[in-house]
């Protein structure tokens, strides 16, 4: 591992611990009360507003697991890129479970302050995995 700043370990944790090995224990840890999440289709505001998001992520593709494959870093600011895989098993993204596989890239932007996200930016492909889920329940019928 390249020496990655503060912000950069943090990002890194939040994919690795909060989202791929469910650390709940970690989210306030890890962000502040009136942290901000900008993701494709909106934002959710602290603690409880990025919950309820990974929830209704997580209802959909319980068993997600999102890979680190690259962070870069500098000062209070860190890039993530990260590979998320999946099984759409459960309702959610405006379809019934269509058993889909899903393999999605992203990459998220993050401002630190101390030890805690104060801000994020999520950037993947929604559309593409809109349109396999789609394409499957379309199948399905």
């Known amino acids: 591992m390249k020496h990655e700043s503060k912000a950069g370990i943090i990002g890194r944790r939040w994919f690795e611990e909060v989202w791929s090995k469910r650390r709940d224990d970690l989210v306030d840890e890890l962000m502040t009360p009136d ?3 900008h993701v494709e289709g909106g934002e959710y505001r602290g603690p409880e507003g990025f919950r309820q998001m990974r929830e209704m992520f997580l209802s959909a593709l319980p068993d997600v697991h999102i890979d680190v494959e690259d962070v870069i870093s500098d000062g209070d600011r860190a890039a993530v890129r990260w590979r998320a895989r999946g099984t759409h098993t459960g309702d959610g993204f405006g379809f019934a479970a269509t058993h889909e596989r899903i393999d999605v890239c992203g990459t998220t932007w993050l401002v630190v302050h101390g030890d805690k996200i104060v801000e994020g930016w999520d950037t993947w492909n929604l559309e ?6 789609r394409a499957a329940a379309e199948k399905a019928r």
């Open 35 to 37: 942290s901000i999440g």
């Open 128 to 133: 593409g995995m809109l349109s396999s889920l």
